[in-house]
């Protein structure tokens, strides 16, 4: 009734989602140099979305090629008719998201080991890819439970979709482990991503 009152007001419906998805296996490790390209372009755009958009299309067609390596996900969000109290939340989950990256490997330090001891990095069989966004107007294939495949696979597809509709108004990706050479341990999983509900 109150989404109905607003639509007559004239009001802006602003959503914030956040999607959170897990991948298993040693094949997912290239994704790793996927999420760290793109991040470092957004850096370098300074915020620009267009081109952060671009970059969120990019990770989301990479991760519906890798689909037979997703092993869980989540979702979450809310409904705002204020552009500042949907800034307050995009805030929020930027916050939660910084602080579950769990790594568990100790890149070798080159100062300490000798010079022909060969750098070997493991490589990680676990990656967990957190995407928020924040969008104007109304998603159906967004604003519900996301944790079967095909509706994440719907979910992803919206994702490109609003920004190609010049719809998205906040983006923001972490991923965990943060670099290649860090690991993310089952044990890690369980304690930093509890919300995970297999696929």
């Known amino acids: 009734m109150r989404d109905r009152f607003q639509q007559l007001s004239g009001k802006t419906r602003f959503v914030v989602c956040r999607i959170f998805l897990h991948l298993a296996g040693r094949e997912v490790a290239p994704l790793l ?6 991040g470092q372009r957004a850096i370098a755009a300074e915020g620009d979305l267009d081109v952060l958009g671009e970059e969120l299309v990019t990770l989301c067609d990479h991760l519906l090629e890798y689909e037979p390596y997703w092993q869980s996900a989540a979702n979450e969000g ?14 929020e989950l930027f916050t939660d998201s910084a602080q579950r990256y769990g790594s568990g490997a100790e890149l070798l330090d080159s100062d300490t080991e000798d010079a022909e001891t060969p750098l ?56 965990s482990p943060a670099q290649l050479g860090d690991e993310l341990t089952y044990d890690e999983l369980l304690q930093h991503y509890p919300e995970l509900v297999p696929l």
């Open 33 to 38: 140099g996927v999420l760290n390209q793109a």
């Open 78 to 91: 809310d409904v705002f008719w204020d552009e500042g109290e949907a800034g307050d939340y995009v805030t």
């Open 120 to 175: 070997i990095l493991p490589i990680t069989q676990n990656l967990v890819v957190m995407i928020t966004v924040a969008y104007e107007g109304e998603v159906p294939t967004l604003e519900t439970d996301l944790t079967n495949a095909s509706a994440l696979r719907m979910g992803l597809k919206s994702i490109i979709n609003l920004h190609h509709n010049e719809k998205l108004r906040a983006i923001q990706v972490h991923f």
